[in-house]
Protein backbone atom coordinates (compact mmCIF):
# COMPACT_ATOMS: atom_id res chain seq x y z
CA UNK A 1 0.00 0.00 0.00
CA UNK A 2 1.28 3.77 -0.88
CA UNK A 3 0.31 5.98 2.22
CA UNK A 4 0.12 10.08 0.72
CA UNK A 5 1.75 12.42 3.18
CA UNK A 6 0.31 16.10 2.55
CA UNK A 7 1.70 18.62 5.41
CA UNK A 8 -0.55 21.74 5.52
CA UNK A 9 -1.33 25.42 7.14
CA UNK A 10 -3.97 27.41 5.84
CA UNK A 11 -4.32 25.66 2.40
CA UNK A 12 -7.89 25.56 2.18
CA UNK A 13 -8.06 27.34 -1.15
CA UNK A 14 -6.39 23.82 -3.04
CA UNK A 15 -6.44 20.75 -0.36
CA UNK A 16 -10.44 19.75 -1.39
CA UNK A 17 -9.24 19.44 -4.70
CA UNK A 18 -5.82 17.51 -4.22
CA UNK A 19 -7.92 15.02 -1.90
CA UNK A 20 -10.94 14.83 -4.57
CA UNK A 21 -8.20 14.02 -6.96
CA UNK A 22 -6.78 11.42 -4.98
CA UNK A 23 -9.60 10.00 -3.74
CA UNK A 24 -10.45 9.12 -7.26
CA UNK A 25 -6.88 7.45 -7.57
CA UNK A 26 -7.40 3.42 -8.35
CA UNK A 27 -4.93 0.90 -6.10
CA UNK A 28 -4.46 0.19 -2.68
CA UNK A 29 -3.62 3.83 -0.77
CA UNK A 30 -4.60 5.94 2.11
CA UNK A 31 -4.00 9.53 2.78
CA UNK A 32 -3.03 11.08 5.73
CA UNK A 33 -3.01 14.90 6.44
CA UNK A 34 -0.56 16.25 8.64
CA UNK A 35 -1.26 20.11 9.53
CA UNK A 36 0.76 22.60 11.34
CA UNK A 37 -2.14 24.45 12.92
CA UNK A 38 -4.41 25.97 9.95
CA UNK A 39 -6.88 28.98 10.91
CA UNK A 40 -8.52 28.87 7.60
CA UNK A 41 -11.40 25.83 7.52
CA UNK A 42 -8.66 23.63 6.19
CA UNK A 43 -9.55 20.78 9.18
CA UNK A 44 -13.09 21.88 7.87
CA UNK A 45 -12.63 20.52 4.03
CA UNK A 46 -10.22 17.66 5.19
CA UNK A 47 -12.73 15.80 7.59
CA UNK A 48 -15.44 16.12 4.60
CA UNK A 49 -12.83 13.25 2.84
CA UNK A 50 -14.20 10.15 5.51
CA UNK A 51 -11.43 7.90 4.01
CA UNK A 52 -8.63 10.38 4.83
CA UNK A 53 -6.48 10.56 8.23
CA UNK A 54 -6.49 14.04 9.70
CA UNK A 55 -3.09 14.54 11.73
CA UNK A 56 -3.34 17.84 13.95
CA UNK A 57 0.12 19.18 15.30
CA UNK A 58 0.48 22.47 17.45
CA UNK A 59 2.76 24.23 15.42
CA UNK A 60 3.84 24.37 11.73
CA UNK A 61 7.07 22.66 10.39
CA UNK A 62 6.85 21.03 7.16
CA UNK A 63 9.49 18.41 7.99
CA UNK A 64 8.18 17.81 10.93
CA UNK A 65 5.12 17.33 9.94
CA UNK A 66 6.27 14.56 7.15
CA UNK A 67 7.74 12.63 9.46
CA UNK A 68 4.94 12.81 11.84
CA UNK A 69 3.02 11.42 8.92
CA UNK A 70 5.66 8.71 7.90
CA UNK A 71 5.21 7.41 11.59
CA UNK A 72 1.59 7.01 11.15
CA UNK A 73 1.80 5.45 8.06
CA UNK A 74 0.89 1.92 7.40
CA UNK A 75 1.58 1.09 4.07
CA UNK A 76 5.39 0.33 2.67
CA UNK A 77 5.90 2.90 0.11
CA UNK A 78 5.87 6.72 0.98
CA UNK A 79 4.68 9.21 -1.29
CA UNK A 80 5.11 13.17 0.50
CA UNK A 81 2.87 15.58 -1.98
CA UNK A 82 2.11 19.31 -1.66
CA UNK A 83 -1.52 20.20 -1.06
CA UNK A 84 -1.40 21.94 -4.18
CA UNK A 85 -0.29 19.51 -6.27
CA UNK A 86 -1.57 16.41 -8.30
CA UNK A 87 -0.28 13.16 -8.97
CA UNK A 88 -0.30 11.75 -12.55
CA UNK A 89 -3.09 9.25 -13.78
CA UNK A 90 -1.44 5.98 -13.03
CA UNK A 91 0.75 7.44 -10.27
CA UNK A 92 0.93 4.41 -8.19
CA UNK A 93 1.64 2.45 -11.06
CA UNK A 94 4.31 4.52 -11.75
CA UNK A 95 5.95 4.36 -8.64
CA UNK A 96 5.90 0.55 -7.85
CA UNK A 97 7.70 0.19 -11.40
CA UNK A 98 10.31 2.64 -10.85
CA UNK A 99 10.87 1.46 -7.13
CA UNK A 100 11.28 -2.33 -9.07
CA UNK A 101 14.86 -1.45 -10.48
CA UNK A 102 17.92 -2.73 -9.51
CA UNK A 103 19.55 -0.77 -6.54
CA UNK A 104 16.88 2.17 -6.79
CA UNK A 105 16.07 3.63 -3.34
CA UNK A 106 13.68 6.35 -4.49
CA UNK A 107 12.80 9.03 -6.86
CA UNK A 108 10.01 11.87 -8.30
CA UNK A 109 7.97 13.37 -10.67
CA UNK A 110 8.72 15.89 -13.16
CA UNK A 111 6.51 18.92 -13.26
CA UNK A 112 3.98 20.77 -15.16
CA UNK A 113 2.62 24.15 -13.26
CA UNK A 114 -0.91 25.14 -13.58
CA UNK A 115 0.17 29.03 -15.43
CA UNK A 116 1.35 29.30 -18.69
CA UNK A 117 4.73 31.77 -18.95
CA UNK A 118 8.01 31.23 -20.59
CA UNK A 119 10.11 30.76 -17.65
CA UNK A 120 7.92 28.43 -16.07
CA UNK A 121 8.07 26.02 -19.40
CA UNK A 122 11.73 26.20 -19.23
CA UNK A 123 11.97 25.10 -15.13
CA UNK A 124 9.07 22.38 -16.39
CA UNK A 125 11.38 21.22 -18.61
CA UNK A 126 14.66 20.94 -16.75
CA UNK A 127 12.98 18.83 -13.67
CA UNK A 128 12.88 15.87 -16.02
CA UNK A 129 16.47 15.55 -15.74
CA UNK A 130 17.59 13.44 -13.08
CA UNK A 131 19.29 15.89 -11.07
CA UNK A 132 19.44 15.46 -7.12
CA UNK A 133 19.87 19.14 -6.08
CA UNK A 134 16.78 20.34 -8.77
CA UNK A 135 14.16 17.92 -6.76
CA UNK A 136 11.90 19.20 -4.47
CA UNK A 137 8.83 18.53 -2.35
CA UNK A 138 6.30 19.54 -5.03
CA UNK A 139 7.52 16.95 -7.73
CA UNK A 140 6.16 13.75 -5.20
CA UNK A 141 8.92 12.18 -3.59
CA UNK A 142 8.44 8.66 -2.79
CA UNK A 143 10.14 5.90 -1.31
CA UNK A 144 9.90 2.78 0.30
CA UNK A 145 9.02 3.40 4.20
CA UNK A 146 11.97 1.45 5.54
CA UNK A 147 14.14 2.92 3.31
CA UNK A 148 12.64 6.65 4.96
CA UNK A 149 13.43 5.26 8.70
CA UNK A 150 16.58 4.11 7.80
CA UNK A 151 17.70 7.17 7.27
CA UNK A 152 15.82 9.05 9.81
CA UNK A 153 13.83 10.80 7.91
CA UNK A 154 13.77 14.44 7.03
CA UNK A 155 16.26 16.64 8.72
CA UNK A 156 14.14 19.22 10.92
CA UNK A 157 15.57 22.16 9.43
CA UNK A 158 13.03 25.38 8.20
CA UNK A 159 13.68 25.50 4.53
CA UNK A 160 14.75 22.50 1.58
CA UNK A 161 14.63 19.89 4.19
CA UNK A 162 13.17 18.48 0.56
CA UNK A 163 16.79 19.07 -0.92
CA UNK A 164 18.79 17.84 1.54
CA UNK A 165 17.06 14.25 2.61
CA UNK A 166 17.37 13.61 -1.49
CA UNK A 167 20.99 14.31 -1.50
CA UNK A 168 21.29 11.87 1.24
CA UNK A 169 19.08 9.52 -0.07
CA UNK A 170 21.17 9.45 -3.30
CA UNK A 171 24.25 8.37 -1.56
CA UNK A 172 22.28 5.19 -0.35
CA UNK A 173 21.01 4.22 -4.03
CA UNK A 174 19.68 5.03 -7.50
CA UNK A 175 17.09 7.67 -7.91
CA UNK A 176 14.41 7.74 -10.62
CA UNK A 177 12.13 10.03 -12.47
CA UNK A 178 8.94 8.24 -13.83
CA UNK A 179 7.99 9.46 -17.04
CA UNK A 180 5.03 11.13 -16.00
CA UNK A 181 4.37 14.77 -14.46
CA UNK A 182 2.78 16.15 -10.70
CA UNK A 183 1.07 19.26 -11.64
CA UNK A 184 1.35 21.64 -9.43
CA UNK A 185 0.24 25.36 -8.38
CA UNK A 186 2.44 28.58 -10.00
CA UNK A 187 1.18 30.47 -7.05
CA UNK A 188 3.98 31.47 -4.80
CA UNK A 189 5.62 32.51 -8.71
CA UNK A 190 2.11 34.68 -9.54
CA UNK A 191 1.98 36.35 -6.12
CA UNK A 192 5.62 36.93 -6.37
CA UNK A 193 6.49 37.53 -9.94
CA UNK A 194 8.01 34.59 -11.96
CA UNK A 195 11.74 36.02 -12.88
CA UNK A 196 12.05 37.83 -9.51
CA UNK A 197 10.48 34.25 -7.74
CA UNK A 198 13.07 32.25 -9.62
CA UNK A 199 15.67 34.41 -8.92
CA UNK A 200 15.05 34.36 -5.26
CA UNK A 201 14.69 30.29 -5.30
CA UNK A 202 18.02 30.40 -7.47
CA UNK A 203 19.78 32.06 -4.46
CA UNK A 204 18.28 30.46 -1.74
CA UNK A 205 20.03 26.95 -2.97
CA UNK A 206 23.00 28.78 -4.05
CA UNK A 207 23.21 29.70 -0.50
CA UNK A 208 22.65 26.36 0.76
CA UNK A 209 25.38 24.74 -1.59
CA UNK A 210 27.98 27.53 -0.59
CA UNK A 211 27.26 26.48 3.04
CA UNK A 212 24.90 29.58 4.45
CA UNK A 213 22.63 28.05 7.16
CA UNK A 214 19.32 26.77 6.56
CA UNK A 215 17.91 28.97 9.61
CA UNK A 216 19.40 32.06 8.18
CA UNK A 217 18.75 31.32 4.44
CA UNK A 218 14.42 30.57 5.65
CA UNK A 219 14.93 34.18 7.82
CA UNK A 220 15.67 35.77 4.13
CA UNK A 221 13.18 33.88 2.30
CA UNK A 222 10.34 36.01 3.18
CA UNK A 223 6.96 35.16 4.76
CA UNK A 224 4.69 35.30 2.18
CA UNK A 225 7.17 33.03 -0.38
CA UNK A 226 6.96 30.32 2.42
CA UNK A 227 3.56 30.54 2.59
CA UNK A 228 2.50 30.31 -0.87
CA UNK A 229 4.81 27.09 -0.72
Keep these: MISIIIPTLNEALCIGKTLTHLSNSDGDFEI ?17 FPDVRYVQMQSAQRARQMNR ?14 ADTLPPSEYINHI ?4 SG ?4 GGAFSIKFDANHWLLTVISRMTRLNIAWL ?8 LRK ?22 RLKKHGVLVRPNASVRTSARR ?14 GILMG ?3 GVSPIRLARYYSNDVVSAR
Design 32 to 48: IVVDGGSTDGTDVICRR
Design 69 to 82: GAREASGDTLLFLH
Design 96 to 99: YDAL
Design 102 to 105: NKVI
Design 135 to 142: TFGDHGIF
Design 146 to 167: TDFLHLNGFTEIPILEDLEFQL
Design 189 to 202: FINNGVIRQTLRDF
Design 208 to 210: YFV
